[in-house]
Structure formats: C-alpha cells, structure tokens
C-alpha cells in the first residue's frame, strides 16, 4: 500500500481566511513532505517533517504553518495567504529523509485565493 | 547544488509506438537516487521507476525501462508500447544527500 490521502481536493478562499489541509498515510513512513506545484513547473519543496519534528522549512513565508501532531498526519495551515499563493499543494511521504528513500505523494490540494 | 535537466519540453507520438524521454543531471555526489514521476491531468504524481546510482544493471517496470549512464549523467525513460493512458507530465528527479530535485518536465501526449 503506497497512499498517501489528501483533504480537501479543491479549497477556495479569501485573504483573510484561515483554512487548512490535511494529509494522512499509514505506511508508517517518519518522514512527511509539503510541496507547491504551479501550473506547469514541478514541485518546489516547501517543509519537511522527520520523526515528527520540522527538519526544513525553504523559507517559506510565515501565513503557511505546518503541523505534525503524529507519525500518520500532517497538516497545513493557512492565514492571510495571498492570490500567489493559489496552487497545487502536494503531500508526500518516505520511509525516512535520506537519499535512499523513495517520496510517495498525495492527489493534492488545489487552493484558489480569491 | 544538483540541477535536473529535462530538454523535451513536449512530445507526441502515436499509441502503441516507443519513446523515450531525455534527463541529465549534473552532481559531484557518488551515492545518489533517480526517479521518473508521471502525473496525469489527474494532477497525482506516480511513482513510474527508480534507479540506485550504484546499480549498473538498467532499472526496468513492465513497458518502462531506463538507459542510465553514470558517467555521462544521463537517465533516459523509454516507454514501450505506448497507450493513451500513459499521456501525462513526465517529471524526471534526483535525490542526493539533500532534498528530491525536479526536472521541468516533459509532456507527453499519447495520440489514438
């Protein structure tokens, strides 16, 4: 079993809101990933989560928060974000952080800022 | 720092045909991960194969092969058999030491 879920599939949503995306896997994969993806350019790395605890964060700007409450779930949220911000947000997940691991991603989140 | 080129920005070729996509990277690392990502206009981005850097032996997954050559830093994907699901943005990666390293893509569209 190689899923990774993804919630919601599409969010819409003004500058002052605050929403969040969630992603879950139960591999039992300890590393966890959030990418943005723009329209037709690959994923850009956003955070990285191993054991549970932040190990990147490529300067990412601070109305994007993440969160890794346990092993299995990884949340995203979001405040004050701009209409830039509307992309296609990709979870991904690996056995560990290294670079023998293979990434297996989720469907995503595509997030319109209005 | 590790860069990921893909020059084939789009192809078309007709169903059943073989192509083959093109990637180099450039790395001063000797241990090193490559992968070939598919992601449909579904927008999932799939696993399609992977190649340790330190196997000779060319990876291959059914009617998906690869051609890597370690010296010349080139990881070609070779689709077999082509069928029309296999239309997709192929993203071709690097993983060394630090974080998964796209290539720009390559869209392929697989005509009936």
């Known amino acids: 079993d190689t899923e990774v879920t993804q919630t919601p599939k599409h969010l819409v949503m003004g500058m002052t809101n605050k929403k969040s995306l969630k992603c879950e896997q139960h591999m039992g994969h300890r590393a966890m990933y959030w990418y943005k993806q723009k329209a037709k350019k690959p994923p850009e790395l956003m955070f990285v989560?191993?054991?549970?605890?932040?190990?990147i964060n490529e300067s990412v700007p601070s109305r994007f928060s993440p969160e890794c409450p346990n092993s299995s779930l990884l949340n995203l949220h979001l405040h004050a974000l701009q209409p830039e911000d509307s992309a296609l947000y990709l979870c991904?997940?690996?056995?560990?952080?290294?670079?023998?691991?293979?990434?297996?991603f989720g469907p995503g989140t595509r997030l319109l800022v209005l | 720092a590790q860069t990921v080129t893909q020059s084939q920005p789009e192809m078309s070729v007709q169903e059943a045909e073989t192509v083959t996509l093109s990637c180099t990277y450039d790395t001063s690392e000797n241990n090193y991960y490559l992968f070939w990502y598919k992601q449909p206009p579904s927008r999932q981005m799939i696993l399609v194969i992977r190649?340790?850097?330190?196997?000779?032996q060319n990876a291959t997954e059914n009617r998906f092969s690869v051609n890597f050559q370690k010296a010349a830093k080139s990881f070609s994907l070779k689709i077999s058999d082509s069928q029309l699901g296999d239309t997709a943005m192929y993203f071709c990666?690097?993983?060394?030491?630090?974080?998964?390293?796209f290539g720009q893509g390559t869209r392929l569209t697989i005509n009936p």
């Open positions: 989560y191993s054991y549970e605890k932040l190990s």
């Open positions: 190649q340790e850097a330190y196997k000779q």
């Open positions: 991904a997940s690996s056995q560990r952080r290294g670079n023998q691991e293979t990434q297996y």
């Open positions: 990666a690097f993983r060394g030491a630090q974080k998964l390293v």
